[in-house]
């Protein structure tokens, strides 16, 4: 896991022989600043690395502002916001608010999941809200969750195919 107290360089300037054409594109994985877990964010770094993306995890309790200058200095094909101990609704919505007022990051494609509240009960006027507020998908704790994830993922734009490519393709 990337420290969150360094600026990690996109991985083919990290590493001059890197396979950039396997690369699909590069991927931010974050937790969010009141968050301590960690094993949630391996999972989805493993996941994402297997569907062919580079994957920066900035690791847990992240501050907002962290996140958006990571972003901003990386300038990702997806960053994936991760949330488990009940807050994500909460601090997903400050902080899509302030990815989003980012003006490179305004049509950057943002994802949240987890279990962003405390109770099961108003899942989907959460995923709702958060929606409106700005993240292109959500994904609450679910069976369908980590599927829907993939089809995602999976139909994502390929950063080589889009004008001003990063991959130096
Ligand atoms: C280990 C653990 C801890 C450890 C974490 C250590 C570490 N290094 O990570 C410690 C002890 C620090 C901890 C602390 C707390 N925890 Co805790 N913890 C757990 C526990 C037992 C396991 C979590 C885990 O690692 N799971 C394995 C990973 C791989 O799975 P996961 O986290 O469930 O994530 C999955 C999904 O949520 C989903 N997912 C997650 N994010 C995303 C994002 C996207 C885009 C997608 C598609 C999917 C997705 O995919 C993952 C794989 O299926 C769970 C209970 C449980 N059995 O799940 C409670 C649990 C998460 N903790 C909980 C709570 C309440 C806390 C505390 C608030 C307790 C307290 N009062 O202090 C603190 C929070 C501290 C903080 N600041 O965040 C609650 C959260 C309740 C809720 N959301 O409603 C849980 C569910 C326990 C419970 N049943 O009450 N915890």
Known sequence: MSSPHTSPARPAEREPGHDTARARGLVVVSGVASDA?????????????????????????????????ECRLLEPDLVVISSVNGHGHQDGLRLIGRLRACESLVATPVAIGGKLAISDDNAERIARELAAAGYDAVFPDGAAGVAEFRNFVGVLPRPSLTAGSRSGA
């Open 37 to 69: 877990h960690t094993w949630n964010l391996v999972f989805l770094q493993l996941l994402i690395e297997e569907l062919g993306y580079e994957v920066v995890n900035l690791g847990p309790c992240v501050p907002d502002e962290m996140l958006v200058e």
